[in-house]
């Protein structure tokens, strides 16, 4: 139990118990995760896999570990496989109360030998994986290295070194996690399709792992004495190069706003190199001959008629049962919502929600229309794999990629055809993914004859020519960047050849049939995959801020708490090493830091329209920048709305500090009862009298301490003091389960 400071306060277990706390309140994120691949049912096999045998298999892998689960508490799963594979999985799953604390795990085996191929658990003892970690980065790889060895008897396997890029902030409610990547070697080539992941606690506890479980024992692989050589193989990649100009677009995840530049970008459609046969690897597989470079090609030369003026709800609606008719005594159609508002790129559109309902669930999805047009903006056919997850799937007789392209822009002309004069034929040809069946053709934008990345129509369709995405996304842009002055082609050339280098990996031949793994040169340019050569400087530029400040912020007593707010985008400084931590902070900054303690914030905007959006403050409107922080605090009652305005700018002080940290342990209510506290500061006079309460929980639950027997509440707060408490804040948030899940 927590030492209490002071005689007479109540324990923060103790007022959770009395219910004077105030409601929590939880939310779930704007999200569109990409959706789980359909389970097809096994209802017989040659060999029947029981419970038994996959509990063998995991405690052998995990002995003693799990010992406090007895094997009654193991469900397992029914067997499945997923559409277009023979490989047959098993699932087990389970789930109990430890301590108090809920702890479940997930583990997938496979093939004949029960490989485990995933797992995936929540202990009870996360805790021990706050901040600061029992365990570094060096050593939990250490770790994981080692679990690759002694567990899963992995030995060739190397760290794959990359930075990685976060749209969000980690909480500090959150134990700490290092995930790592590793690629397996063959002959000390990096084999491109064959990773493990590993995750591990703070606390050095292995809790996640997943690998690719593909039958590569039985592959085939090109021998290394037989490569030709890298200078030769980077030679004949510059002498072959030529770089075209680009419009790129790219949105600011913080506020929306749209960005276009011009950029310079390689032209061919070259993939690699074959590192033994020197032929070209491109998207339809390898080639003797150097692809030629498509010409821009529009899908119409003329403008086409809207399919529709004037489309309405009622319209949406008949539109959206016609196109999602299905024919299965089984399921039934569902429409179960409809809306009008803006999408994500600011265009007025009409989307509706379905569902395929059956008797034992269901699977949902959505449909965009433009309002002014009538044309689909976004659409997804779900019929495919729900058919065939009820056993109805259907013999389909294939098409020829050509005849697919020819079918795409069909459905193009039928659904919107009012877009089709400002895109072009698809430049980079086909993608078909043969263990699902499926063609994709993306139609690029062109703009004064530029094409355009970022903006482009896809389609989708089933290898028999079936429409299974249609997904439009035309960028409303006011003004196009000046061609008239940008660098030449030639130097543009010359740069990026400069900045060329290739990388030697195995790599599956996709468009063949064989099990064979050929030696492939990759290009590589500035090593980062995220670069592009500005046209207009002719500096290299990324969409992602790669220039992470790996400086350190020094403090005598601070330095751990503010570097580890750093690292988690917590806190946000230009330059750590000149950065004064003894500085005050203002209300501004604080409750940012406290609410990125407590609760995750993703860079995405909500544009206009397509939420009913509060405003709380009269100078904090929903293009503020502290606007999604300011708003989740009042709602979250850290913050009232008692005054019009909110002064960000205000220095923070250690009295409102309390204030602000007791609302957010949901206390408020108790800390209304400022009677029953004994507080011996020879500064109390200082205090609010409103506000003695909340200095008295803030003093007994460790948050905020005396100095001689002193509170001083009206000390402004610095940024190391801020740092130190708020963490203090952050483990009475997690011990009491009281994690905000925004």
């Known amino acids: 139990m927590k030492k209490v400071n002071r005689t007479g306060v109540l324990t923060l277990s103790t007022l959770l118990s009395f219910g004077v706390l105030a409601p929590t309140v939880s939310a779930t994120t704007n999200e569109n995760p990409e959706e789980e691949q359909m389970k097809i049912e096994i209802l017989s096999a040659e060999k029947v896999v029981t419970k038994d045998d996959l509990l063998k298999k995991f405690r052998d892998v995990f002995p003693e ?103 969000s902030n980690q909480t500090l409610t959150e134990p700490i996690r290092y995930s790592f990547s590793f690629v397996r070697l063959k002959n000390d080539v990096p084999v491109s399709d064959q990773r493990i992941h590993v995750e591990v606690l703070g606390n050095g506890d292995i809790v996640q792992f997943s690998r690719h479980s593909d039958g590569e024992e039985s592959s085939s692989y090109d021998e290394v004495t037989n490569v030709l050589s890298e200078q030769k193989v980077l030679d004949k990649l510059k002498e072959n190069l030529s770089v075209n100009l680009r419009y790129q677009i790219w949105s600011d995840p913080q506020n929306g706003d749209r960005q276009v530049q011009l950029v310079y970008q390689p032209l061919n459609d070259v993939q690699g190199i074959d590192a033994v046969t020197g032929k070209w690897l491109t998207q339809d597989g390898f080639t003797k001959e150097l692809p030629e470079n498509k010409e821009v090609t529009p899908i119409t030369e003329e403008a086409l008629e809207p399919r529709q003026v004037d489309f309405t709800v009622e319209d949406a609606e008949a539109t959206a049962k016609e196109l999602l008719a299905i024919d299965s005594e089984n399921m039934t159609l569902r429409i179960q919502g409809i809306e009008e508002r803006k999408n994500h790129l600011g265009k007025e559109i009409i989307s509706v929600h379905y569902m395929y309902e059956y008797r034992n669930g269901g699977h949902g999805a959505g449909l965009e229309f433009d309002r002014d047009t009538g044309a689909i903006l976004q659409y997804r056919d779900i019929q495919r794999d729900v058919l065939r997850e009820q056993g109805e799937d259907a013999d389909e007789e294939e098409i020829s990629k050509e005849a697919a392209r020819d079918q795409a822009v069909e459905y193009l002309k039928e659904y919107a055809p009012s877009y089709l004069d400002d895109y072009a034929m698809p430049v980079n040809g086909v993608q078909y993914d043969e263990e699902r069946d499926t063609y994709r053709f993306a139609f690029p934008r062109v703009v004064d004859g530029v094409l355009v990345n970022g903006d482009h129509i896809s389609v989708q369709l089933s290898g028999a020519g079936e429409l299974l995405e249609l997904n439009v996304r035309n960028h409303s842009i006011e003004e196009w960047p000046s061609k008239e002055e940008v660098l030449s082609e030639e130097e543009a050339l010359e740069t990026i050849k400069s900045e060329l280098s290739i990388d030697l990996q195995y790599m599956q031949d996709r468009q063949s049939d064989e099990n064979h793994y050929n030696l492939v040169y990759t290009p590589a340019i500035n090593d980062n995959p995220s670069s592009f050569l500005n046209a207009n400087t002719g500096e290299w530029d990324s969409q992602f801020d790669d220039e992470t400040d790996d400086g350190k912020i020094s403090h005598p007593w601070a330095e751990k708490e503010l570097n580890y707010l750093l690292r988690a985008n917590i806190l946000d400084v230009e330059d750590a090493e000149a950065f004064d931590a003894d500085q005050s902070i203002t209300k501004g900054e604080a409750i940012e830091v406290i609410m990125k303690s407590l609760t995750r914030f993703y860079q995405q905007h909500y544009p206009e329209g397509q939420e009913n959006l509060s405003q709380s403050f009269e100078n904090i409107d929903p293009d503020h920048p502290l606007y999604q922080v300011i708003e989740r605090s009042v709602t979250m009652g850290i913050l009232d709305e008692e005054k019009d305005t909110f002064d960000t700018d205000e220095p923070m002080t250690r009295e409102q500090l309390a204030v602000w940290y007791v609302r957010a342990l949901g206390l408020e209510k108790a800390a209304e009862f400022s009677g029953i506290y004994q507080l011996d500061f020879k500064d109390l006079d200082k205090v609010e009298e409103e506000n003695t309460g909340y200095v008295a929980l803030a003093d ?3 948050l905020l301490t005396d100095n001689h027997g002193r509170f001083y509440p009206d000390q402004e707060v610095t940024y190391a003091q801020l740092a130190v408490s708020n963490i203090r804040l952050a483990h009475e948030a997690y011990e009491e389960d009281m994690r905000m899940r925004y």
């Open 65 to 167: 570990r799990f010992d406090f689960l007895s094997d009654s508490e193991f469900h397992m799963s029914g067997s499945h496989r997923y559409p277009d594979e023979d490989i047959i999985r098993h699932e087990l799953n389970f789930h109990k109360q430890v301590g108090g604390k809920d702890v479940h795990g997930n583990i997938a085996f496979v093939g004949e030998d029960l490989d485990i191929e995933h797992f995936y658990y929540s202990p009870a003892n996360e805790a021990e994986a706050l901040f600061p970690a029992k365990v570094s980065e060096e050593e939990a790889k250490e770790l994981a290295l080692t679990f690759l060895d002694e567990k899963l008897n992995e030995t060739n396997f190397k760290v794959e070194e990359g930075r990685n890029y976060y749209y």
């Open 700 to 702: 007994s639950l460790g």
